[in-house]
């Protein structure tokens, strides 16, 4: 029955919850955003008081494997995952999917571990992010080691306590490149391959020689 009190082990487990005037024990219909989260909210069972929904992770995107419905999160989904709101009968839902801003991308970077040192890889990774979110690369600093640049994706800012340390950040697109080469380090490297060629050469040269000389000597024996 829905008159008196309600009892003392349901009241302080907070299943139960009393009111003092005539009828006002009405339970209120909630609407919740439910299934992918396309459709409008809909009405959602009595016993409801929540919404849940997929969380939004920066720069990542939505959770995966989580989707939108009524009541608390489903069993199978951890809380990094999937989040509540106390629902209303409101028409959009407490639940309703946030707005998003346009994806970009930022260039990816490599460890090198012959040379210990970080290098541009080939691939860029699509980012993801709020509306209200700024546009931000990361890249490793040039004297960067494993150990003081540690981010897993260059999405997103620094870290904050390896910022300006063993890691650097932009705020463009594919903004975290390598610094282009200045025109006397380009000369430098010009340099060091015309060395490297001219050693080259010499060496050919000196191996061309070493082939010759016994067949001139045994020219010379003959005639």
Same mark, same amino acid.
């Given at each position: ?13 907070? +299943?139960?919850?009393? @009111?003092? +005037?005539? $009828?006002?024990?009405? !339970?209120?219909?909630?609407? @919740?955003?439910?299934? &992918? ?5 809909? =009405? ?11 969380? *939004?992770?920066? /720069?990542?995107? *939505? ?21 509540? @709101?106390?629902?209303?009968? %409101? ?12 994806? /970009? ?12 040192? *970080?290098?541009? =890889?080939?691939?860029? +990774?699509? @980012? ?10 990361? !890249?490793?600093?040039? %004297? =960067? ?33 390598? %610094?282009?080469?200045?025109? &006397? ?9 015309? &060395? ?6 010499? &060496? $050919?040269?000196?191996?061309?020689? $070493? ?6 000597? !045994? !020219?010379?024996?003959? *005639?």
């Amino acid at each position: 029955s829905g008159c008196g009190k309600c009892k003392t082990d349901e009241k302080t487990g907070k +299943t139960c919850a009393e @009111c003092t +005037t005539d $009828s006002c024990n009405v !339970m209120a219909e909630i609407k @919740c955003v439910q299934g &992918d989260g396309t459709a409008a909210a809909a =009405a959602c069972p009595l016993t409801s008081t929540k919404c849940y929904m997929p969380k *939004f992770i920066e /720069f990542t995107g *939505f959770a995966s494997g989580v989707k939108y419905g009524c009541g608390e999160c489903p069993k199978d989904a951890t809380a990094e995952k999937c989040g509540t @709101c106390a629902g209303t009968s %409101a028409a959009e839902g407490c639940n309703k999917k946030v707005e998003t801003g346009a994806n /970009f991308e930022c260039n990816n970077w490599s460890f090198d571990d012959k040379t210990k040192k *970080f290098k541009p =890889a080939e691939t860029k +990774t699509t @980012c993801k992010r709020l509306k209200a979110t700024n546009i931000a690369c990361n !890249m490793p600093s040039e %004297a =960067a080691t494993k150990e003081t640049y540690t981010s897993t994706s260059t999405c997103g800012p620094c870290k904050t306590a390896e910022k300006d340390k063993g890691c650097k950040e932009c705020d463009k697109a594919l903004c975290n490149k390598a %610094a282009e080469k200045k025109d &006397d380090d380009k000369k430098d490297d010009d340099k060091k391959d015309g &060395d490297k060629k001219d050693d080259a050469k010499k &060496d $050919s040269a000196t191996a061309v020689t $070493s082939l010759l000389m016994p067949v001139i000597a !045994m !020219m010379n024996a003959l *005639f």
